[in-house]
């Protein structure tokens, strides 16, 4: 399906009032890029961030105060007809001048929704094989696994250095029958990973409820009986609730969390809590600089740090308990 993608330049006094003006026209999925936060937040010394994406320090808008409001449309008469009254309602709030015009070009679904799927690819992590679900597997060992991922719009394909990390801890350290929670789960990928080597039972947990969804879609791709995965959507650091419908099902082998570092330090005295004597803590999504806070964080909740690995700048962590 085609879509017309317009784009207005204005300054960021004026965003708002634009903004309210797309709502009234029953225009809600606006993008605004405004290069004056970005500079805001990459100068603030009091941000704690452990990553920030290459694209946000080499904008080619940086130099510029220019605000850029983006938004689509149909292409049909009645869209045309609907961007001609919003530019002539912010002709009338004196927002655009008569002669300044509004950028358009026409897109397809296939342009935004699906163009990162060229970079999702079958990758091996051991015996695992992560397989985008418009792929087909191809395995190579009979004890090859292929755990099949559609992520949508939730993180989790195992190209991230954090992610095979934490395949690569699951396959060493995963034992069949072993109960496992995965914090944070996003795609699912890690409880899929996690039931394919034969746990017996997973739950899992995310803040967003995209992840939710995305992982029991993948949990059906997969064949997984669904009596074995157990999806809760909370924050388990701040939801007693759920901490406490957690711990009501007993202590674990395994606990995986693909996070940042100040959510595993946060995490490290719960988890020790909900652990089985012997159990393990696999922890990823740590940058380097961050490591020796998340080790004593570890270490004062009582584990002891069995193996900690870095590649590329990212870090994993895998602690027992007892």
Same mark, same amino acid.
């Given at each position: 399906?085609? #879509? %017309?993608?317009?784009?207005?330049?204005?300054?960021?006094?004026?965003?708002?009032?634009?903004?309210?003006?797309?709502?009234? &026209?029953?225009?809600?999925?606006?993008?605004?890029?405004? /290069?004056?936060?970005?500079?805001? &937040?990459?100068?603030?010394?009091?941000?704690? #961030?452990?990553?920030?994406?290459?694209?946000?320090?080499?904008?080619? @808008?940086?130099?510029?105060?220019?605000?850029?409001?983006?938004?689509?449309?149909?292409?049909?008469?009645?869209?045309?007809?609907? !961007?001609?009254?919003?530019?002539?309602?912010?002709?009338?709030?004196?927002?655009?001048?008569?002669?300044? $015009?509004?950028?358009?070009?026409?897109?397809?679904?296939?342009?935004?929704?699906?163009?990162?799927?060229?970079?999702? *690819? /079958?990758?091996?992590?051991?015996?695992? =094989?992560?397989?985008?679900? #418009?792929?087909?597997?191809?395995?190579?060992?009979?004890?090859?696994?292929?755990?099949?991922?559609? /992520?949508?719009?939730?993180?989790?394909?195992?190209?991230?250095?954090?992610?095979?990390?934490?395949?690569?801890?699951?396959?060493?350290?995963?034992?069949?029958?072993?109960?496992?929670?995965?914090?944070?789960?996003? @795609?699912?990928?890690?409880?899929?990973?996690?039931?394919?080597? +034969?746990?017996?039972?997973?739950?899992?947990?995310?803040?967003?409820?995209?992840?939710?969804?995305?992982?029991?879609?993948?949990?059906?791709?997969?064949? =997984?009986?669904?009596?074995?995965?157990?999806? &809760? $959507?909370?924050?388990?650091?701040?939801?007693?609730?759920?901490? +406490?419908?957690?711990?009501?099902?007993?202590?674990?082998? =395994?606990?995986?969390?693909?996070?940042? $570092?100040?959510?595993?330090?946060?995490?490290? /005295?719960?988890?020790?809590?909900?652990?089985?004597?012997?159990?393990?803590?696999?922890?990823?999504?740590?940058?380097?600089? %961050? !490591?020796?806070?998340?080790?004593?964080?570890?270490?004062? $909740?009582?584990?002891?740090?069995?193996?900690?690995?870095?590649?590329?700048? #990212?870090?994993?962590?895998?602690?027992? *308990?007892?």
């Amino acid at each position: 399906m085609e #879509w %017309r993608k317009v784009i207005l330049l204005t300054t960021g006094s004026n965003t708002e009032l634009i903004s309210a003006i797309l709502y009234d &026209f029953g225009i809600y999925s606006i993008e605004i890029d405004d /290069p004056n936060e970005r500079r805001v &937040f990459l100068s603030d010394p009091s941000a704690n #961030w452990d990553y920030v994406d290459d694209l946000l320090t080499t904008h080619p @808008s940086d130099t510029s105060n220019d605000v850029l409001v983006t938004f689509y449309l149909g292409t049909d008469i009645d869209s045309q007809n609907l !961007l001609e009254l919003f530019k002539a309602e912010l002709i009338n709030q004196s927002l655009v001048s008569e002669s300044q $015009a509004l950028t358009s070009e026409m897109v397809t679904d296939q342009s935004w929704l699906h163009e990162w799927k060229k970079y999702f *690819h /079958p990758i091996r992590i051991g015996r695992v =094989i992560i397989v985008p679900a #418009w792929d087909e597997p191809i395995l190579e060992n009979i004890s090859d696994i292929a755990c099949i991922i559609d /992520p949508g719009s939730a993180f989790g394909t195992g190209q991230h250095i954090t992610t095979s990390l934490c395949i690569e801890a699951l396959q060493d350290r995963l034992s069949p029958e072993d109960l496992v929670i995965d914090i944070g789960c996003g @795609s699912g990928i890690l409880s899929i990973t996690s039931l394919l080597l +034969e746990a017996k039972n997973v739950i899992s947990t995310d803040i967003e409820l995209y992840a939710i969804e995305a992982t029991k879609k993948n949990a059906k791709i997969n064949s =997984i009986n669904l009596d074995s995965l157990h999806v &809760f $959507a909370g924050n388990i650091l701040t939801s007693t609730a759920l901490l +406490e419908t957690i711990i009501k099902r007993g202590n674990y082998n =395994i606990i995986v969390a693909n996070i940042v $570092a100040d959510v595993l330090i946060d995490l490290a /005295p719960i988890v020790s809590n909900m652990l089985m004597d012997n159990g393990c803590f696999i922890a990823s999504g740590i940058i380097t600089e %961050r !490591l020796e806070a998340v080790l004593s964080s570890f270490t004062n $909740a009582g584990f002891t740090i069995l193996e900690s690995k870095t590649v590329e700048g #990212w870090c994993s962590v895998v602690a027992a *308990h007892g």
